[in-house]
Structures are given as structure tokens and as C-alpha cells.
């Protein structure tokens, strides 16, 4: 079946470093790709997704592109903060028939240090 | 304007209790969806409802059990609580059809002694 496989965490980095958390998916047919940001005690918001090969979601400074010939989907942002101190999923959702079941990866513990 | 919300945010009971969770969300959705996420943060799907309809049921136990008086609420009631339902439950809702992003509500951490 549909799944994703994202690095394990925890990653720690110092403000201002460059950020990369690596995503691969297995899917059948052309799913839709997301990231959701969980910050402590909250719920998951939507970070950013992609649709279609070749697509780049992007959003507060964080990218993606949606990759089929390498089935990846791997997060990037150029300069994190404190604020970006988070837990980051992957997903993937397939077309219609799938009856909406979005996969998510295991999740990837940022932590972000001043 | 809160999109999707749950109650309460914390639960504490004891074993062998019937305990329940409210959701409810105001974006039109057609579809509700129910997560357990567990200490290390892996969420698991339990259920959706399309429009009164469950479609998906994983394998959890029975004493779970998703209610939805109408398409903006879908409610989870517990029986007979145990020490492994501990973890927070998130509810969510999507449009319905594929490759829609679903949108989560704040959670419910229960705790069960």
C-alpha cells in the first residue's frame, strides 16, 4: 500500500543553519504531497503541499518539490529559527477512491538552538 | 473563527471508565477523520465518516466507538477505558475526494490511571 518514509529524528541544529528533513514516498497513481508542522502541544497545521510532479510548495520559508523520478518530497529551509522548534510530518494523499486516507510518516523532531 | 475544535483538551479517568470527546468543525467539510498519536508521535488513522457513513475503520479495539450527529460532528466514545488508551486523539476533517489536505483540531490528551 501507500506509504512514506521520512528521516528520523531528533535533528538539532543552531539558528541560521540550513535545513533539509528527507521524505520518500511509495505510492500507486499520482498522489498529493504535504507537509504539517506539529509545535509543542498543539495540533498539525499544513505547512505546505505539492500536487503534481515537478510542483514546489512552499511557505514561511520552508520549500519542497514534489520529485517522481526520485519519489521524494524532502523539506528545506535556508536559515531556521527558535520558532521553527517543531515536529515536521510528511504525507501523502492518493486520488479519488483512496476514501481520503492520508499517510503520514513518522514525524521528525526539530529543535532549533539560539 | 476556530476551524475544527475539540473538548476537552484534557481528559484524567480511570481504568474501566466510559469516557467521550467532542469535534466539531464550522470549514463545510463532508469528511471527519479521528488520530491517536502515541508518545513518540506516530498518528494512526482510527476512523472517518463521510457524511454519516464510516469508510474507513482500522483495527481498534471495539470498545471505540465514532458517533457523528451530523456532518459537522463527530464524536469518539470510549467503554471500559485501559492503561494503553493513553495518548493524545486528534480529530480532523478534509473535503472529501482524494489528495485534499485534512485540518486539525487542537487534541485531547487523555490519561488513563
Known amino acids: 500500500g501507500d506509504s512514506v518514509t521520512q528521516m528520523e529524528g531528533p535533528v538539532t541544529l543552531s539558528e541560521e543553519a540550513f535545513l533539509t528533513i528527507n521524505c520518500t514516498y511509495t505510492?500507486?497513481?499520482?498522489?498529493?504531497l504535504f507537509w504539517y508542522v506539529q509545535y509543542p502541544g498543539e495540533g498539525l497545521q499544513l505547512l505546505l503541499k505539492?500536487?503534481?510532479?515537478?510542483d514546489k510548495g512552499s511557505n514561511k520559508g520552508f520549500e519542497a518539490t514534489y520529485r517522481k523520478e526520485t519519489t521524494s518530497f524532502h523539506l528545506e529551509k535556508g536559515s531556521v529559527q527558535v520558532s521553527d522548534s517543531a515536529v515536521y510530518f510528511c504525507a501523502l494523499s492518493g486520488p479519488a477512491g483512496n476514501n481520503n486516507d492520508m499517510r503520514f510518516g513518522a514525524g521528525t523532531r526539530l529543535t532549533v538552538k539560539p | 473563527d476556530t476551524a475544527v475544535s475539540q473538548t476537552p483538551k484534557y481528559l484524567v479517568t480511570q481504568m474501566g471508565n466510559d469516557k467521550s470527546i467532542k469535534c466539531e468543525q464550522n470549514?463545510?467539510?463532508?469528511?471527519m477523520y479521528w488520530y491517536k498519536q502515541d508518545s513518540k508521535k506516530f498518528l494512526k488513522i482510527m476512523f472517518s465518516?463521510?457524511?454519516?457513513?464510516?469508510?474507513i475503520n482500522e483495527t481498534v479495539p471495539n470498545r471505540f466507538s465514532p458517533k457523528s450527529p451530523d456532518k459537522a460532528h463527530l464524536n469518539l466514545h470510549i467503554n471500559s477505558l485501559e492503561l494503553g488508551d493513553s495518548a493524545v486523539y486528534f480529530c480532523?476533517?478534509?473535503?472529501?475526494?482524494?489528495?485534499?489536505?485534512?485540518?486539525f483540531g487542537p487534541g485531547t490528551r487523555l490519561t488513563v490511571t
Open positions: 470549514l463545510g467539510h463532508d469528511t
Open positions: 505510492a500507486t497513481g499520482y498522489p498529493s
Open positions: 505539492a500536487t503534481k510532479a515537478d
Open positions: 480532523a476533517s478534509s473535503r472529501t475526494g482524494g489528495r485534499n489536505e485534512q485540518y
Open positions: 465518516y463521510n457524511n454519516k457513513e464510516l469508510i
